[in-house]
């Protein structure tokens, strides 16, 4: 089971976006799958359930973070990475042959595989 397994999850976060998730939490059976829901969410609201998880909220793309949020990788490498400073996560990619530019968000997207 995913971060998303609980039937509460969807319940507001704080009050900015209570007003917008009770309304889509409303609508969540209009769609067939909750991926389907999460792509109706902003990259705050989904970073903001990634962060709610112990998950990283770095990514390229909005897609990146709903796989993430959905548990489609593997989060225990994700959490381990992101708690390693940059110097680390660079030797790591020298180690693996990887280009070491880049913020620390790309830096761990990189040693995780993710193309975007």
């Known amino acids: ?3 998303l397994s609980s039937p509460d999850y969807f ?3 704080n009050d900015r976006d209570s007003v917008t998730t009770t309304a889509s939490t409303a609508a969540t059976d ?3 799958t909750t991926e389907d829901f999460l792509h109706t969410l902003s990259i705050e ?3 903001e359930r990634l962060r709610e998880a112990g998950l990283h909220v770095g990514g390229k ?3 990146v973070l709903i796989q993430r949020l959905l548990g489609k990788e593997s989060t225990e490498t994700e959490r381990f990475l992101a708690k390693l400073t940059v110097p680390q996560l660079k030797e790591r990619l020298r ?3 990887l280009p ?3 913020r620390k968000a790309e830096l761990i997207d990189r040693l995780l595989g993710n193309k975007e």
Do not use: F, H, R
Request: no cysteine.
């Open 1 to 3: 089971d995913g971060p």
């Open 100 to 102: 070491v530019a880049g």
């Open 11 to 13: 319940e507001p976060l």
């Open 61 to 63: 793309s909005k897609n």
């Open 95 to 97: 180690e693996a042959g």
């Open 30 to 32: 209009n769609y067939t």
């Open 45 to 47: 609201q989904i970073k």
